[in-house]
């Protein structure tokens, strides 16, 4: 974190800490800007003054300014869907997925907008020989929806853009089914202004 292997936490009221005193020891960091989107693993060693030490891990992911990053685990899904661990294309912590059907499966990725405006909407997923070539996520804007289908048997591990649409201030969701030719990939959506 800055530059530095060590970083001394407070328990003062300071530097991100809420509570003076409560034993809860933080250190606030702003993250510069230029840092990759996405998430982040830090392994963190805590010592105390008498050389007793803990480790641990902190996991969080790094966010542009006007981006919301919906991932699997938020989202809300109708039928049953598998689950798979995290690899090196998935964002986060690992992806939902479900077989070819008839589109009564569903994810839904559920957003709040508070400022009206027009928005990019993005999706990621993990590729595979056994992915659909027209997954089909419908985007719920202001005043109606689009169908957007894709193929992800290609560009996994990024973000893929569906569409620029308008919304409103309120509430809006992003849904994917398994109305498709193949196994359809549930990971993460993302909108931004």
């Not at 990024?158 to 809006?172: Q, T």
């Amino acid at each position: 974190i800055g530059g530095s292997n060590n970083q001394e936490m407070y328990d003062d009221g300071s530097n991100g800490d809420t509570t003076p005193g409560d034993g809860t020891y933080s250190y606030l960091y702003t993250v510069p800007a230029g840092v990759d989107n996405g998430p982040v693993t830090l392994t963190v060693t805590a010592t105390d003054d008498d050389g007793n030490s803990c480790e641990g891990l902190i996991e969080l992911t790094v966010y542009q300014p006007g981006a919301l990053v919906i991932d699997d685990e938020d989202a809300t899904y109708t039928g049953t869907w598998g689950e798979s661990a995290a690899d090196e294309t998935t964002y986060g912590t690992g992806y939902h997925w479900h077989a070819s059907g008839t589109g009564s499966n569903t994810a839904e990725w559920s957003f709040n907008i508070t400022a009206a405006g027009s928005y990019t909407v993005y999706a990621w997923w993990v590729t595979g020989s056994n992915r659909a070539t027209d997954a089909p996520y419908t985007i719920y804007y202001e005043g109606g929806s689009e169908t957007v289908r894709v193929s992800q048997k290609i560009k996994g591990g990024e973000w893929n853009r569906l569409g620029r649409y308008y919304f409103g201030v309120g509430e809006y969701s992003v849904v994917l089914s398994d109305d498709a030719d193949n196994y359809v990939i549930a990971d993460a959506i993302k909108i931004e202004s």
